[in-house]
């Protein structure tokens, strides 16, 4: 592959799921590669997102990212860099961050962006892995071009722990297509399937330790003492998601009253087919679920926790709440279902602000970086 100096972007990702920071991978290549880059890929292995950037028609290479650094990888991803004569490695995530720049640091001629998609480090239990992947952080700081943060909160977070260079740093919030969205008629069919008459809550997540379905799940009984005939529905697979049913069996959840959907590919109908959107995270970055919930007008009760308070304005196109708080979950839920009058106007205003987090300035930013850093092409 023949690159054009300045133009040519090498993406590279710890998983090859597509999560949140994978999704901001390959909106961006899509983007870049109308731009007239070439863009490629390493990621670990097979999945949905090297997939896509196939069908983008990106070159993808496969190398592992243990957390124990793999010097054979280390040493693969420079290979690509040198040979295929990439201008810039993009890495999204702190996986793909430790490997990518610590590749790239003997190269004079490739220059590093680094992204990072929420900050986990403090959340980690292990004080000596939480100590180890800050000491990575601070130790390649030298040998990154540029930062970009997905929201106010990590950059506060990065610069508290001292993870980045806050002068080579800006806030790109991710970005959604505003006119993309649901099958109406589709939505229509998934409200009749689940609706009960009370009004359906929808969550959608991994089941994991950061997204708390704990207390969601807590909150429902409470929910439904008010609102007996309200549908919980739950979108979304992961390593807790068995604790989590036996959590709801144990409180005697009645099964039509809470539903696990599993992994669902209709994120878009489900949310034009219910009332409340919910996000009761420990800690977030700037998750695009809560964006996707505003492009279908639906208010949002979220934690005010990581960047979801950067996008939802407690009163105004949602509700705030505290996180681990499984009665404050309820009573806000209990609000906007007694009140569709309010939920709707808090949609409303959710939908008028999502100008502000478009897909377009998203990667337009990131493309006037890379040209900041790697200079005319």
């Known amino acids: 592959m023949e690159m054009v100096h300045g133009k040519s972007v090498l993406m590279v990702a710890g998983t090859p799921i597509l999560a949140g920071g994978e999704r901001n991978l390959l909106d961006l290549a899509s983007y870049a590669l109308d731009e007239g880059f070439e863009v490629g890929l390493v990621a670990p292995g097979e999945g949905e997102l090297p997939r896509r950037m196939r069908s983008l028609g990106c070159p993808v290479w496969s190398a592992s990212m243990p957390e124990i650094p793999n010097p054979a990888s280390l040493h693969a991803i420079r290979r690509i ?8 490695v993009h890495a999204h995530g702190h996986r793909a961050g430790l490997y990518a720049r ?3 640091c003997a190269l004079r001629d490739v220059r590093t962006v680094y992204t990072l998609h929420g900050i986990h480090y403090p959340h980690y239990r292990n004080p000596f892995r939480k100590m180890a992947f800050i000491a990575g952080e601070r130790l390649l700081k030298p040998s990154t071009d540029s930062y ?3 929201c106010r909160s990590d950059l506060e977070s990065a610069r508290t722990l001292r993870i980045v260079a806050p002068r080579r740093t800006e806030v790109i919030y991710n970005g959604i297509d505003p006119y993309a969205g649901a099958d109406l008629e589709r939505a229509a069919r998934l409200r009749s399937l689940y609706d009960r008459g009370g009004g359906i809550v929808l969550h959608v997540g991994r089941f994991m330790p950061q997204k708390d379905h704990h207390t969601l799940i807590a909150s429902v009984p409470l929910v439904l003492e008010e609102f007996p005939r309200a549908v919980f529905l739950l979108a979304g697979s992961g390593r807790l998601l068995q604790r989590e049913k036996e959590h709801a069996a144990r409180l005697g959840i009645p099964g039509e009253s809470l539903v696990f959907l ?3 590919g209709e994120v878009d109908n489900l949310l034009a087919a219910c009332d409340i959107f919910v996000l009761p995270s420990l800690w977030e970055g700037f998750p695009y679920v809560i964006l996707e919930a505003m492009r279908a007008a639906k208010p949002v009760i979220a934690t005010d926790a990581g960047g979801g308070p950067e996008a939802i304005s407690d009163e105004e196109n949602g ?4 996180p681990c708080d499984a009665p404050g979950l309820a009573r806000a839920v209990m609000r906007l279902l007694g009140d569709p009058e309010e939920a709707e106007t808090m949609g409303r205003l959710g939908r008028e602000r999502l100008h502000g987090f478009s897909l377009e300035g998203m990667a337009r930013r990131t493309l006037e970086i890379y040209s900041g850093i790697s200079g005319p092409g």
């Open 102 to 104: 610590a590749a790239a």
């Open 319 to 322: 509700i705030l709440i505290r």
């Open 262 to 264: 599993g992994e669902s």
């Open 148 to 150: 970009i943060c997905v």
């Open 81 to 88: 860099l040198k040979t295929e004569g990439f201008a810039i």
